[in-house]
């Protein structure tokens, strides 16, 4: 199993909050959202973030409008994945 660090995601549109993320990705390569929920979903791999000196881990939410991606850290949901750069 991988642990792997987002460094940066995709959104569209960018700037609104309502709509979702499309793509993760850091240094070394770029993954849809349904990749990366599929592969944590498995146990395949891990993913997380390290937003001001913590990590946050990654996981899947089910939420009303199917499963999304959002980070868990000192013991709560939070957005750490929109506070990311643009991936190129």
């Given at each position: 199993m991988s642990d792997v660090q987002i460094t940066?995601?995709?959104?569209?549109?960018?700037n609104?909050?309502?709509?979702?993320?499309?793509h993760?990705?850091?240094s070394t390569g770029k993954?849809?959202?349904q990749q990366v929920v599929e592969w944590i979903e498995l146990r395949s791999h891990?993913?997380?973030?390290?937003?001001g000196g913590k990590r946050a881990d990654?996981?899947?939410?089910?939420?009303?409008n199917?499963?999304?991606l959002r980070t868990y850290a000192d013991g709560y949901w939070n957005d750490n994945l929109l506070a990311l750069p643009e991936c190129r």
């Open positions: 940066c995601i995709n959104k569209q549109p960018r609104d909050p309502h709509e979702g993320i499309t993760l990705g850091n993954w849809t959202r891990t993913f997380f973030t390290y937003v990654i996981g899947v939410v089910d939420g009303p199917g499963k999304y």
